[in-house]
């Protein structure tokens, strides 16, 4: 069973960037489909991104188009997600999510490991 923990986090300014790091325990990411959620309060789950075992990445969520990007690391285990051009209405809570998939799926259910949540908040 894998583990999933996020960082990077944190209070960033209007049109700065963030990096935010999922690392994995207790198994190897390498055959998982890890995907990165977001929850504003009050707000569902959001899917945003996600990339497969051969590195194909798909972005679901139109208002991150061409300012985040998901990256993958099998050798420290890590998937990565690249934020630029931050705004105010990209604050929530940021999740990872893995599953044993051959390609990508976008919907919360279709994940079964979850990290606990990294916090962004886009203010100046």
């Known amino acids: 069973q894998v583990q999933l923990v996020e960082s990077g986090g944190g209070l960033v300014q209007p049109e700065g960037s963030l990096r935010l790091s999922c690392a994995a325990s207790g198994d190897t990411l390498d055959d998982y489909v890890i995907g990165w959620f977001r929850q504003a309060p009050g707000k569902e789950r959001e899917g945003m991104l996600c990339?497969?075992?051969?590195?194909?990445?798909?972005v679901y969520a139109d208002s991150v188009k061409g300012r985040f990007t998901i990256s993958r690391d099998n050798a420290e285990n890590t998937v990565l997600l690249q934020m630029n051009s931050l705004k105010p209405e990209d604050t929530a809570v940021y999740y990872c999510?893995?599953?044993?998939?051959?390609?990508?799926?976008?919907?919360?259910?279709?994940?079964?490991?979850w990290g606990h949540g990294t916090q962004v908040t886009v203010s100046s």
């Open positions: 999510a893995a599953v044993l998939r051959p390609w990508c799926v976008s919907h919360p259910s279709d994940y079964a490991y």
């Open positions: 990339i497969d075992r051969r590195f194909r990445s798909m």
